[in-house]
T-cell receptor, first 109, second 116 residues
């Protein structure tokens, strides 16, 4: 039973445009969400997080939006850069981290 | 800050042998360490959680006798894959959480294990 889902396995975006990565979850008890970026053969690196008491958190080019009623969160990257090309994982914290399947973002010059 | 290292970064071993992977928190004390496994194009699957000085808690379906975890100090955890088989070939990643960090985990670079 996949409690955290990223339904888009891949996303391709032009450099300079907005990248929107989506994540859905099923457990309303999750109270904290994180986004990680991962390059092949490397460990994930933390990008940005959001508490369930907020609906938006911004850090530079990265903004995470949380819609609790829809059990949905999204990561916006503006403007997208070729160096952003990687696999992005969302994770929900409920004692331990539960990861989605990841979305591979490709930013084309 | 919050750097986690893993050693080795890759290892090839023969079927039936054991392999030890080390995970170290370099600049903080990790009260809790986690071991994940990732198959190609798939998510990170939590294998076990270990707290310093106590036995690891394994996720359902993970054989504790096969994947031995030791968290002997606040900066070191080890995962030993015993009697490795080709199906154990995978990318193993550790993460660490420090005191005061309730949610954030800091990940190591991972270890690619290939069992021939």
């Amino acid at each position: 039973d996949q409690q955290v889902k990223q339904n888009s396995p891949s996303l391709s975006v032009q450099e300079g445009r907005i990248s929107i990565l989506n994540c859905d979850y099923t457990n309303s008890m999750f109270d904290y969400f994180l986004w990680y970026k991962k390059y092949p053969a490397e460990g994930p690196t933390f990008l940005i997080s959001i508490s369930s008491i907020k609906d938006k958190n911004e850090d530079g080019r990265f903004t995470v939006f949380l819609n609790k009623s829809a059990k949905h969160l999204s990561l916006h990257i503006v403007p997208s850069q070729p160096g952003d090309s990687a696999v992005y994982f969302c994770a929900a914290a409920g004692g331990k981290l539960i990861f989605g399947q990841g979305t591979e973002l490709s930013v084309k010059p | 800050g919050a750097v986690v290292s893993q050693h080795p970064s890759w290892v090839i071993c023969k079927s039936g042998t054991s392999v030890k992977i080390e995970c170290r928190s370099l600049d903080f004390q990790a009260t809790t360490m986690f071991w994940y496994r990732q198959f190609p194009k798939q998510s990170l699957m939590l294998m076990a959680t270990s707290n310093e000085g106590s036995k690891a808690t394994y996720e359902q379906g993970v054989e504790k006798d096969k994947f031995l975890i030791n968290h002997a100090s606040l900066t070191l955890s080890t995962l030993t894959v015993t009697s490795a088989h080709p199906e154990d070939s995978s990318f193993y990643i550790c993460s660490a959480r420090g005191q005061g960090d309730y949610y954030e985990q800091y990940f190591g670079p991972g270890t690619r294990l290939t069992v021939t």
